[in-house]
Each structure stands twice: as C-alpha cells, then as structure tokens.
C-alpha cells in the first residue's frame, strides 16, 4: 500500500508539473505574438511587404494527450487499488453462517461454508469411525482454511496443504496430525473405538495448538 501512495503522488506531481509547462508555453506564446514585426504600409507599393516571424511550437495536441494519459494512468492505479483491498478483504473474512452438512461428500465439496457436528456425531454413533475419522480431519482443515493458511480444494493432497503452510511452527503441528491420520486412515484394518478416541484425543491435542497460534 505504501508503494501505491508514492506512486499516485509521484503520478500527482507529474500532473502539476504537466500544467506549469502549459503555463510556461502559454507565457512564450504571449512573447511570440510580440515579435511579430510589420513593414511600413507606406512602402508597400514600392515593395511587397514582408512578414517575419518566430514560428511558435504548436504544442497543445501533446499536452491534451499528456493529460489524459496521466488521468488514465491514475484511474487504473485507483482501480487496482479497490480491487485489492475487496480482495484481501474477503480473504480474511471468515465464514460465520454455515450450512449444516448432509453427507461427507457435500462437506468434502463445501468445506469452508458447511458445519460438520451433525455428521461426526451420526458416524460416531453408527460405529463408522474411519469415516468419522475422515469427518474429525476435515475439522482441522477447516480450522486451516478459516485462519488462512490454506485454500480448500478436495483434490489437493495433505502434502499439497502442508507446503501451503508458511508458519514453520502451523506447519510442524499439521504435518503431526497428518502422520497421525494417514496411518489410520490408509491403513486397511477397521478402526474401533478404542483406538479412534486414542487418535481423536491426539488430534484434539495438536488442535488446540493450532488454535494458539491463530
């Protein structure tokens, strides 16, 4: 932001100094309309009458356009500008309002605008506890999304969302969670209860970490 002020007042300055030099023309002007010089009418049947003058540049079409290119010039950067800050705005915006989710496959496809309670606990209480599993992990990539450190895509692999990651720190506690989960979870054993509140409590470990860090 600050190299966008010292250009548009260095592009301000470029205008002003545009409208002196229209002034400074507009003064020789003057001056050349003074050295006109004229023969004496009373020889001019005795010899033609000549005419001499100082040819003043005619500067004003590149004037007109020197303005208008500086007017534009300031107008994009104005712009720009706008566009930007709707931009990092509505990236650091979270969501507030969320949509219930109905199945892991619409929290999969939505993830920063649905809520997941509803689901994690229909799984725990079916027994599904790898999917649980899954649903408890899309927890902390939520939490991930809402704190900026990375942009949800369901095709993007946890390695693709740990190297988005620009805190060392957020990067080290994802990475954690990730070692945690992906053994369960690629793992072809069933996962039971005992075993998925032992993981869950670990998740929930690092969570909290990252919610310091925020």
Not at 5 to 26: F, H, K, P
Request: charge should be negative; charged fraction near 25%; proline fraction near 2%.
């Amino acid at each position: 932001m600050r190299y966008i002020i010292c250009i548009l007042l260095s592009l301000v300055w470029m205008y002003s100094s545009a409208n002196d030099s229209i002034q400074l023309d507009q003064k020789k002007w003057e001056e050349w309309r003074t050295e006109y010089t004229y023969p004496d009418v009373k020889k001019s049947e005795e010899k033609k009458p000549e005419i001499t003058k100082t040819e003043a540049p005619s500067n004003s079409n590149s004037e007109t356009i020197v303005k208008y290119v500086i007017i534009g010039i300031v107008v994009l950067i104005l712009l720009a500008v706008v566009i930007a800050i709707i931009m990092n705005t509505r990236l650091d915006q979270k969501v507030t309002t969320r949509v219930e989710a109905k199945t892991i496959e619409e929290a999969e496809e939505n993830l920063p605008e649905v809520e997941l309670n509803d689901i994690y606990q229909e799984a725990i209480e079916a027994g599904e506890f790898k999917k649980a599993l899954r649903i408890r992990f899309l927890m902390v990539l939520q939490l991930l999304i809402d704190q900026n450190h990375i942009t949800w895509k369901k095709r993007k692999t946890n390695v693709q969302f740990a190297n988005e990651i620009e805190s060392a720190e957020i990067h080290n506690i994802f990475s954690s969670i990730v070692s945690v989960y992906d053994t369960i979870w690629y793992g072809e054993t069933e996962l039971g209860q005992e075993k998925f509140n032992q993981t869950v409590a670990t998740i929930q470990e690092l969570t909290l970490n990252l919610k310091e860090n925020e």
